[in-house]
């Protein structure tokens, strides 16, 4: 499977953005797809992921309550929506598959499988 994000830019504290992950090939309905992020000199770190049904979810603590994530299996398309952004939200996401359905394990960058290449959101002070 192939992911391309889209929808990152440059917004202002507070403000909103909607990120999305779109997936070629036919299996691409069959993944569950979760989001990351990297800030400069930073780790990966894991925001949200979604099952392939779209039935179940996880939110990283560090965004819940602000972000939420969700799917359209038919336009092969998982967003990321993304409210009251802070600074610390700065940084390029990425979009991933992965295959376990275990959701205690969404957050592990290792078992991740295909990646996209990643947008760039910046949220100014």
């Known amino acids: 499977v192939q992911l391309v994000e889209s929808g990152g830019g440059l917004v202002q504290a507070g403000g909103s953005l909607r990120l999305s992950c779109s997936g070629s090939g036919r299996t691409f309905s069959d993944h569950n797809i979760g989001w990351f992020r990297q800030a400069p000199g930073k780790d990966r770190e894991f925001v949200a992921a979604i099952s392939y049904s779209g039935g179940a979810s996880r939110i990283a603590d560090s965004v819940n309550g602000r972000f939420t994530i969700s799917r359209d299996s038919a336009k092969n398309t998982v967003y990321l929506q993304m409210n009251s952004l802070k600074p610390e939200d700065t940084g390029t996401y990425y979009c991933?598959?992965?295959?376990?359905?275990?959701?205690?394990?969404?957050?592990?960058?290792?078992?991740?499988?295909?990646w996209g290449q990643g947008t760039q959101v910046t949220v100014s002070s």
């Open positions: 991933a598959s992965v295959r376990t359905g275990a959701i205690s394990q969404w957050s592990r960058r290792e078992v991740y499988d295909y």
